[in-house]
């Protein structure tokens, strides 16, 4: 499993987002993560897409979290960036053939753990990655 640099900077700047009372501009929010605006502004708009953050317009607007970071998920977040999370790539689409039984065996390994990754990412909230204490 490969998680993209897209879902990497989209869990960093939602966690910006989380941390933060009011809304951030894409400038503020890049500057402060150090990612680059406009490769920032297409992953919030994803996000935005997915209903995870909101979009304000306006000399105090920028983005802000859609809902309380504890009714958000980790894989709310890197599944609308990223897809359906695979253990590995495959250039099939859907399931993976069964040219002999051992094929279909293995194949529910591959289910198996494709499920326990989501549910994983799932039970993981973002507010749970928010410091507690911040000195």
């Not at 689409?93 to 549910?119: A, F």
Request: aromatic fraction near 6%; proline fraction near 6%.
């Amino acid at each position: 499993m490969k998680v993209s640099k897209k879902a990497y900077y989209g869990l960093r700047a939602i966690l910006a987002l989380a941390q933060t009372e009011k809304p951030l501009s894409i400038h503020a929010l890049a500057e402060m993560e150090h990612l680059p605006e406009t490769y920032l502004e297409k992953i919030l708009q994803t996000l935005r897409k997915a209903g995870l953050v909101t979009a304000h317009k306006g000399v105090s607007g920028g983005y802000a979290l859609a809902r309380s970071a504890n009714n958000i998920s980790i894989w709310d977040v890197l599944s609308p960036l990223d897809g359906p999370m695979k253990p590995f790539s495959s250039s099939l689409k859907g399931t993976l053939p069964c040219l002999q039984v051992s094929h279909c065996q293995t194949n529910e390994v591959w289910r198996t753990l494709e499920n326990k990754i989501e549910k994983t990412l799932s039970d993981i909230s973002l507010s749970s990655l928010i410091p507690k204490n911040i000195p």
